[in-house]
């Protein structure tokens, strides 16, 4: 719910704990189409499904980011 600061009156609303494919692409600088391509070769952050929406967790994104940053290591 979100929380309304007295002194202000500003509607502050609660961080959000997953992306949206497209918020996700955005977020890393990827296309949809990348996203896509990676999680058809094993290699995308763990989606979950959320109804009809498939959503990524922040903590999928981040364990991702490290996935792909300490391979790019290995392959330097």
């Given at each position: 719910?979100?929380?309304?600061?007295?002194?202000?009156?500003?509607?502050?609303?609660?961080?959000?704990?997953?992306?949206?494919?497209?918020?996700?692409?955005?977020a890393y600088g990827l296309s949809r189409a990348t996203i896509y391509n990676l999680w058809k070769e094993g290699n995308g952050p763990r989606p979950m499904r959320v109804g009809r929406r498939t959503l990524i967790s922040k903590q999928?994104?981040?364990?991702?980011?490290?996935?792909?940053?300490?391979?790019?290591?290995?392959?330097?």
């Open positions: 719910m979100p929380s309304v600061h007295k002194a202000s009156n500003t509607i502050h609303a609660p961080e959000r704990e997953a992306y949206s494919v497209v918020e996700f692409a955005q999928s994104a981040a364990e991702w980011a490290r996935r792909m940053e300490a391979a790019a290591q290995e392959a330097a």
